[in-house]
């Protein structure tokens, strides 16, 4: 078994933090580990996403093995996505993250202000 290096431009593992690191991947497998869910529910719950964009999010986990999805026989069709057992290691991890950035959103934003207000004195 080969060891990754993660800071080699040519390390396959940076594909899967790119999928990690993609706000969008984070907020639909975070409401795929309920349950599964149908495309338009999935739009209305994740607030500023396009329906280009989720269409895309879902390809890409899906190609990934993190999300499956099926498509229903109806007038329109009906497609309904659920989240793998590989996905559902991922989602655990990122569920971590979630609550880190819920737990000190207001210090990074405080520290953010700080900062411009620092970067706007200095010029």
Known sequence: ??????????????????????????????????????????????????????????????RDGLVSRKAFATVPVTVEYAITPLGQTLAATLDALRVWAETHMEEVTANQQRYDAGAKSDA
Do not use: H
């Open 1 to 62: 078994m080969n060891i990754a290096n993660p800071y080699s431009s040519n390390c396959p593992t940076r594909k899967v933090l790119d999928r990690v690191a993609d706000k969008w991947a984070v907020l639909v497998l975070g409401l795929l580990i309920e349950g599964p869910i149908r495309f338009n529910r999935l739009r209305r719950a994740v607030e500023g996403i396009s329906q280009k964009m989720l269409s895309q999010t879902l390809k890409s986990l899906e």
